[in-house]
């Protein structure tokens, strides 16, 4: 008899984006000048085709549990849409052409819509599978379409296939030192900490509606920001993420709580970089600011747990059912450039937020031309204007951190009222 390949299992990444229900993944892309439709079309399937993962079957075997995925036929969802006469019906036609489910079974997991909106102005909304990618694949597409659409029978490298992510994480469970992996989270004593609780949040059910708000970091203060990282021997992000933590321990008045990393482990490998899936992940973090230390303290003290996080992510449980981490988060997000290929300007117009799991999370997005903060908080728990001025008081510490680095946190003004 013929041995039957069933294909790969799905990874955590992917398990946890499905039970959780996760909308699809979507990129916006801007398009202006005179464009091929057939050979934008042609170049999104050679992608298909390029990266495994976007055209894998989600299929239940007699043999194991759950589903599995096996490579099929490169496959593109692609539907056009002409709005010359009608801009105005943008948004609600786009949200009922992208919003219907995926078929998992088929591996048609890439859907495109190219919207017309004016003789030389297009719209390319591209829609992943939520078990297929994460907003940093949906950089890396947005990086390798033009180029392809430009130049479609130049050789290019081979890719990182998700299935080689699924084989090396299997590997790791098996090892004999993933006990010590384990042991780092089980010694953190995760369960012992509550969920930060702000005193505005809102009791009620959870919306599926998330809001956001973005502020742009001034230049003026992101350099000086960068010095004060440099001068501590730590990153720009870490910084950033430190002085949320800070600000929200300092406001919720808990001296011990949890809260969530998002983190992406294509940041940590080199090997990695340029695949696409579901690599993306939130870690648990224990926090504890101490008030009466000074920032530059508390920012060492973050940067070693995070490199400790680093370290044994592989090893965290990502269906673990502590969920108190989940309420407020951090992560860290690029924000890709315009280019000018083919005749063609290209730019990135929208991407996906934080996990949707989050009740509030800040979102630091990095670009060549500035940093940008978004704020992105769950309706139902957290009014508009509390996020609004949550995201002041953000950057009301940032702006004091330069020249207080080493006051200690209670005595940092957090007040946006008396911080001009």
Not at 60 to 66: N, V
Not at 104 to 112: M, T
Not at 131 to 150: C, H, I, K, N
Not at 224 to 243: C, G, N, V
Request: glycine content about 8%.
């Amino acid at each position: 008899m013929d041995e039957i390949d069933w294909g790969y299992p799905l990874s955590p990444e992917q398990q946890i984006a499905l039970d959780a229900g996760h909308p699809a993944m979507q990129l916006h892309i801007g398009l202006n000048g005179p464009l091929d439709e057939a050979r934008l079309r042609q170049a999104l399937l050679s992608l298909v085709e390029h990266h495994e993962s976007l055209h894998m079957a989600l299929l239940p075997s007699p043999l194991y549990p759950g589903l599995r995925q096996q490579p099929v036929e490169a496959d593109l969802d692609w539907q056009t849409l002409d709005l010359r006469t009608a801009a105005h019906s943008k948004g609600a036609r786009v949200a009922e052409l992208c919003g219907q489910p995926f078929a998992l079974d088929s591996g048609r997991l890439l859907r495109a819509l190219l919207v017309r909106l004016d003789e030389r102005d297009w719209e390319l909304v591209l829609s992943l599978a939520p078990s297929v990618g994460d907003r940093l694949s949906l950089e890396t597409l947005f990086a390798e379409l033009p180029q392809v659409y430009d130049q479609p029978y130049a050789e290019r490298d081979e890719p990182f296939q998700y299935s080689q992510f699924i084989e090396w994480r299997a590997d790791l469970a098996a090892d004999p030192e993933a006990e010590t992996g384990r042991a780092y989270w089980t010694e953190l004593d995760l369960e012992q900490l509550p969920g930060l609780r702000l005193s505005y949040r809102r009791q009620g059910q959870a919306e599926a509606n998330h809001g956001y708000l973005a502020q742009a970091l001034p230049t003026a203060l992101a350099a000086a920001l960068e010095r004060l990282a440099d001068a501590q021997q730590q990153t720009l992000p870490t910084l950033l993420q430190a002085a949320w933590w800070a600000l929200l321990g300092r406001i919720g008045g808990q001296p011990a709580f949890i809260g969530g990393w998002q983190h992406d482990c294509r940041r940590d490998y080199e090997a990695l970089a340029g695949g696409v899936g579901v690599f993306d992940k939130v870690l648990p973090l224990p926090l504890r600011p101490d008030p009466t230390q000074s920032f530059s303290q508390w920012l060492q003290r973050l940067a070693a747990l995070l490199e400790g996080h680093i370290g044994a992510q592989e090893y965290w449980p990502l269906a673990n059912p502590q969920q108190a981490y989940l309420g407020v988060g951090f992560a860290l997000a690029g924000q890709p450039a315009g280019r000018q290929i083919a005749g063609l300007s290209w730019h990135a117009l929208v991407l996906p937020g934080t996990d949707p799991r989050f009740e509030l999370a800040l979102q630091v997005r990095l670009a060549d031309s500035g940093i940008t903060l978004a704020l992105h908080h769950d309706n139902a728990r957290y009014w508009q204007d509390d996020a609004q001025y949550l995201l002041e008081q953000y950057l009301c510490l940032l702006e004091q951190l330069p020249a207080h680095r080493d006051a200690p946190l209670a005595e940092l003004n957090v007040s946006p009222a008396r911080c001009h």
